[in-house]
């Protein structure tokens, strides 16, 4: 919760616990349209918890964090925001996926970690921009292609800055994505990063 104030006292926008679900109601589909939106509103500087972060052991709903879904979240959390973390989750000892779990999950952790820090110092810059100008880190297409009816509606896409476009791959099992691609329309591409 905030006000017209919160970014002057609040300088790191946390986009909250989202539940470790593929959904759009609170899991990994939440978090780009509460970015995109904070940045609208003054939250320039903002990130989430890599893989979410609320699990649910109940005897009428279980809610354990898939391998596919802290991969996929990795790669966005490299790109998404300016602070790259990730979460044990609400509480330990569950079936939950982690990067530690495995050699492999501790190299793709370690590549996007990689790419986080790769693109320091343009993040630096873009910052730096946010402090100066109010220009979010993290951007809705339409900021940069205002005169695009159909850049409007994406919100699972978003700039890093104006220079870089990023469609990360937000459904499980996914071989090909559909991007909008501003002024061109939209295209399918391989999602690539993740295999399983």
């Known amino acids: 919760s905030g006000h017209l104030k ?33 940045g609208l509103v003054g939250n320039s500087l903002s990130h989430s918890d890599v893989g979410g972060y ?49 050699e492999e999950s501790v190299r793709f952790f370690g590549r996007f970690g990689r790419i986080f820090a790769h693109l320091a110092p343009y993040r630096k810059v873009l910052m730096e921009e946010a402090a100066r100008e109010g220009w979010p880190v993290v951007r809705p297409l339409f900021c940069h292609f205002p005169g ?21 791959v937000l459904d499980p099992g996914r071989k090909i994505w559909r991007v909008y691609l501003p002024g061109g329309g939209r295209d399918s591409v391989p999602a690539v990063a993740w295999r399983h």
Do not use: C, N
Request: proline residues 5%.
């Open 6 to 38: 919160t970014p002057h006292v609040a300088q790191l926008y946390w986009v909250g616990d989202q539940l470790v679900t593929w959904d759009a109601h609170d899991g990994i589909k939440t978090v780009l349209p509460a970015m995109l939106s904070g």
């Open 148 to 168: 695009e009816k159909d850049a409007w509606g994406v919100e699972q896409q978003f700039f890093v800055g104006s220079d870089l476009l990023v469609a990360p």
């Open 54 to 102: 609320t699990m649910i052991d109940h005897v009428l709903f279980k809610f354990f964090r898939p391998r596919e879904l802290l991969f996929r979240w990795v790669e966005m959390g490299a790109f998404a925001g300016v602070m790259y973390r990730t979460h044990l989750g609400s509480f330990m000892h569950t079936p939950s996926a982690q990067v530690w779990d495995d």
